[in-house]
T-cell receptor
Framework: NAGVTQTPKFQVLKTGQSMTLQCAQD?????MSWYRQDPGMGLRLIHY???????DQGEVPNGYNVSRSTTEDFPLRLLSAAPSQTSVYFC????????????FGSGTRLTVV | AQSVTQLGSHVSVSEGALVLLRCNYS??????LFWYVQYPNQGLQLLLK??????LVKGINGFEAEFKKSETSFHLTKPSAHMSDAAEYFC????????????FGSGTRLQVQP
């Protein structure tokens, strides 16, 4: 069981470039989320999804787009990268129901120069 | 809106000493609460969770947490710290309606001194 797979693990972008962070899970989880982690700020929710075709914004959605065309995949798109988007990004998935915890991927470290 | 507050961004203990990491929550309904651990350059691993079945919850690696509704707290403890416990610990809350994602505290970095 691969769990939650994120690619790439590291990425350097120039300001203004666009890119897609990939996230795939093989556990048939309905819930998926994207977080960014910055020092001293914990993990902040960017976007989340409760099923294929359903997405919603989290706390810090500006500059990011998501779509959920399948249960397995939940890509995060940076439309025009900015230095403020330098961060570590985590994707996570969970079964339906409040009492299930989320399983996290190993993260993508993004630097925008 | 639900939220969690972790008191103390850094905690240092001696090996063999009690570990106490504090978490207070704010929620208008009984919450689902979680503790996660993050080792350097890794993702987050679930330590334990509170789902209303029992107020004292046991997790992996000898950790446990007690849900206290009157104090709106869910503090994480371990009787005897080990060097391998050095990591960052996050408390999180999850709702079962509306936003069904986790809301995290800002984290507590645990140092274990030999």
């Amino acid at each position: 069981n691969a769990g939650v797979t994120q690619t790439p693990k590291f990425q350097v972008l120039k300001t203004g470039q666009s890119m897609t962070l990939q996230c795939a899970q093989d556990m048939n989880h309905e819930y998926m989320s994207w977080y960014r982690q910055d020092p001293g700020m914990g993990l902040r929710l960017i976007h989340y999804s409760v099923g294929a075709g359903i997405t919603d914004q989290g706390e810090v959605p500006n500059g990011y787009n998501v779509s959920r065309s399948t249960t397995e995949d939940f890509p995060l798109r940076l439309l025009s990268a900015a230095p403020s988007q330098t961060s570590v990004y985590f994707c996570a998935s969970s079964r339906t129901g409040g009492d299930y915890g989320y399983t996290f991927g190993s993260g993508t470290r993004l630097t925008v120069v | 809106a639900q939220s969690v507050t972790q008191l103390g961004s850094h905690v240092s203990v001696s090996e063999g000493a009690l570990v106490l990491l504090r978490c207070n929550y704010s929620s208008s309904v009984p919450p689902y609460l979680f503790w996660y651990v993050q080792y350097p350059n890794q993702g987050l691993q679930l330590l334990l969770k509170y789902t209303s079945a029992a107020t004292l919850v046991k997790g992996i690696n000898g950790f446990e947490a007690e849900f206290k509704k009157s104090e709106t707290s869910f503090h994480l403890t371990k009787p005897s710290a080990h060097m391998s416990d050095a990591a960052e610990y996050f408390c999180a809350v999850k709702g079962d309606t509306g936003r069904r994602a986790l809301t995290f505290g800002s984290g507590t970095r645990l140092q274990v001194q030999p």
